[in-house]
Structures are given as structure tokens and as C-alpha cells.
């Protein structure tokens, strides 16, 4: 659209545009991290990681230790932002959702996210020297330059975070955790915010806690008056004919939806085809170091449901299946992780949670960090509700 404006305020415009497009391209521009570790790293002199204790490695759950030969990959160090980074962080996501700024919806790419939210690169390379020196194999670092993942047995985990590793049983399943709250060197404190992936509790589907679902050869019941919702059902219900005839039926989109099993195309296939949708097959992405693709009972149901529905509702999407393989220490969370550090798609769905008393004070505080990164980014992450 073209717009006339008297020559006095035309310049007063154009100013007004080139000052708020300086403002936007310096608050974009990367700022190198300062270095935060100013000390050597040293196990000598540890310091506990307040809430890395499993709420679930409880004595009278302990069944024994955990074989120190047996080998971890994919371990994480999750590192927490500088005070100054977290008021960076915080004031840009509110330019990016004020329509009034000119930061509005300016999302970053995560190198740029890296670039100014990240550790810097001096202490990413401390860190990665003290990890080998405890005998583990660097894995991969974050390209957000925010977390490291490594390898080795459980014995040198014990050792480098001064723990033990026990095998639990709780509900009839055997687990695996380290029994005591973990120590970190002292000069880490305050730097780093979780050390993930050293225990097999997984996360579960939220349609799991609370009852187990039938089913059913029909949509809709005439004996029973139960009733079950087709797509086309749902369409009615929430009014979605007119705007999906209008063309907004998520063509453009990319939705990922978060999982910790594989799941097979012919279940998608016989939904769509049952409810009279086109026939699309979603992208599998497998989340790397996370093992060989398996398929887990307890979860496959659930991914089947949010892979098809997502389709049914928004048929011109792009439906990505990002998942963990075989490695159980491995779970949705890193799903999650890697589809917002890898920047995979600009909606995320997850289905999976748990009452907060039953994971790691270390694991949410993770978790609220990735979050943070996903707004900035421009990913919206959607939660299921109404499951219980």
C-alpha cells in the first residue's frame, strides 16, 4: 500500500522507520557472552546441585547398585544464564509480543540466540576439559551454547559428581538414578543449572495417568450414548468449516509434535483414511545420540493421537515427529529441546507431563530455560489440557 504524507512529515517518517530499524538490527546483533568461570574447575572443592535428587530414589524403592560399568550416552550439562543474560532475555520477549516496538515479532534464529544468550566459548572449552578428565567422551554441544552432552560409565559418573548410582523399583518397574543429590565443582556454581539423562525416570502421556483408553471399531456409540469425536465432529463443535474453508487450514505451518517412542505411518494412514482425510505421512526426526528407533507401548498411543489429530485439524500443515530412540535415559524432554535448538517448526506439541513433585527441581528449571528460548525464537508451545 502506498501512502501520500506532506513533505514536513514525510522525513519525520522515514527517520522515525530508519531509527526503529537501527534499534531492531543493534538489539538482534549478537553481544559476545562475558566469560563467567573465573576459576579453575576442580573436584576437588564441591558444591551440592540443590534439586538434582529424583523425588522417586527413595530407600524404600533402593533395590541395589547400579553396575559401574555400565555405560550412559547423552548425558547433559545444562547450563544456566548470567543475571544480566535473564533481564536481556525477559525485556526482549516483551518487545517481541508489543506491537508498539520495533523488536515486535523479530524472532531469532538460535545462533543469534546462542550468540547472545549462550556461555561463551572460552568456558564452554573449561568445561568440555573437565569432562574429559573424568574420562568422558564429548557427544555434541547445544548450538544455543547452553548445554553439553557426554558420555561414560556410571562409575565415572559417581566419581565426577560424587553420588552413587542405584537401580529402583517403584510400581513394578525397575529404574535406574543416582541416590544422593549430585556435587559439582565449586567454581560451577551458579553457572550450571542441571546435569540431565542420569536416570530412566521418563516422563508419561497425560491420557495414560488417569484411565486406559479402549478402542472402539465406531466414532459414535447408539447403544452405549457414548459419544466419540471424528474430525469432522470437532470441526463442528469448535466452528473451524468456515476457516478452513476460508484457506486457513495451517498451510504454511509446520507443526512438531514431541514424542519418546517410533510410531508406524500405517497407523496414521488407517485414521486418516477412516475419517476421509488426504493421506500424509509425518516427518520423522529421530533425536541424534538417543539410540535406534523403538517403539514403547506406553507411548505409541499417544503420539499416534497427536500426530493424526494434528493433521486432521490442520490438514495443510506439516506435521514433523521429533522423537527419542531406544536409550531410556533418553525422553520427550530432549524431544523438546532438540526441536527448539534445532529450530523445527514454529508450533510444538507435547502431550506429556507430571505433578511437579515427581521430577527434579533441576529438570523444571531446565526446561523453563528451553521454553524461554522457544518464545524468542518464535515457537509456540502448546500443552494438552483437559486429558484428566
Known amino acids: 500500500m502506498t501512502r501520500l504524507l506532506p513533505s514536513t512529515h514525510m522525513g519525520l517518517k522515514v527517520c522515525g522507520w530508519l531509527a526503529a530499524g537501527a534499534l531492531a538490527a543493534s538489539t538482534l546483533v549478537a553481544q559476545s557472552p562475558a566469560t563467567r568461570i573465573r576459576t579453575e574447575i576442580s573436584s576437588t572443592a564441591a558444591s551440592p546441585l540443590k534439586g538434582s535428587l529424583h523425588p522417586l530414589a527413595q530407600a524404600q524403592f533402593d533395590t541395589g547398585r547400579l553396575s559401574g560399568e555400565t555405560r550412559l550416552g547423552g548425558i547433559s550439562i545444562v547450563f544456566s544464564r548470567s543475571a544480566a543474560q535473564q533481564a536481556d532475555l525477559e525485556a526482549l520477549i516483551a518487545a517481541q509480543q508489543n506491537p508498539s516496538s520495533p523488536l515486535y515479532h523479530q524472532w531469532l534464529t538460535p545462533d543469534q540466540f546462542a550468540a ?7 568456558d564452554l572449552n573449561k568445561v568440555q576439559t573437565w569432562l574429559q578428565q573424568q574420562g568422558f567422551a564429548i557427544d555434541s554441544v547445544a548450538r544455543s551454547r547452553n548445554m553439553i552432552r557426554f558420555s561414560g560409565t556410571t562409575g565415572q ?34 553457572v550450571v543449572a542441571a546435569v540431565g539423562n542420569l536416570n530412566d525416570f521418563r516422563l508419561r502421556p497425560m491420557i495414560q495417568t488417569s484411565r486406559k483408553v479402549q478402542v472402539r471399531p465406531a466414532f459414535t456409540s447408539s447403544v452405549s450414548g457414548s459419544v466419540f469425536f471424528a474430525p469432522g465432529d470437532i470441526k463442528t463443535a469448535y466452528d473451524m468449516t468456515p476457516l478452513i474453508s476460508a484457506g486457513l487450514d495451517g498451510t504454511g505451518q509446520s507443526i512438531v509434535v514431541v514424542g519418546q517412542t517410533s510410531i508406524q505411518n500405517a497407523d496414521i494412514e488407517n485414521f486418516e483414511n477412516a475419517a476421509v482425510l488426504p493421506v500424509k505421512d509425518p516427518t520423522p526426526v529421530l533425536v541424534p545420540g538417543s539410540g535406534n528407533p523403538e517403539a514403547f507401548a506406553g507411548d505409541q498411543g499417544e503420539s499416534d493421537l497427536d500426530v493424526e489429530w494434528s493433521g486432521a485439524i490442520a490438514p495443510g500443515a506439516e506435521i514433523v515427529f521429533v522423537y527419542t530412540g531406544s536409550a531410556t535415559n533418553f525422553g520427550v524432554f530432549d524431544s523438546l529441546e532438540y526441536a527448539v535448538d534445532s529450530k523445527i517448526g514454529n508450533i510444538i506439541s507435547a502431550s506429556y507431563g507430571a505433578c511437579e513433585a515427581d521430577i527434579t527441581a533441576t529438570q523444571a528449571t531446565a526446561l523453563d530455560s528451553v521454553l524461554q528460548q522457544a518464545i524468542a525464537q518464535g515457537q509456540s508451545v502448546m500443552a494438552a489440557s483437559g486429558d484428566e
Open 157 to 190: 559418573v559417581e566419581q565426577a559428581f560424587q553420588t552413587q548410582m542405584h537401580t529402583y523399583t517403584v510400581a513394578g518397574q525397575k529404574h535406574f538414578a543416582p541416590s544422593t543429590e549430585l556435587k559439582i565443582p565449586s567454581s560451577l556454581v551458579g
Open 116 to 122: 547472545r544468550f549462550g556461555m561463551a566459548q572460552a
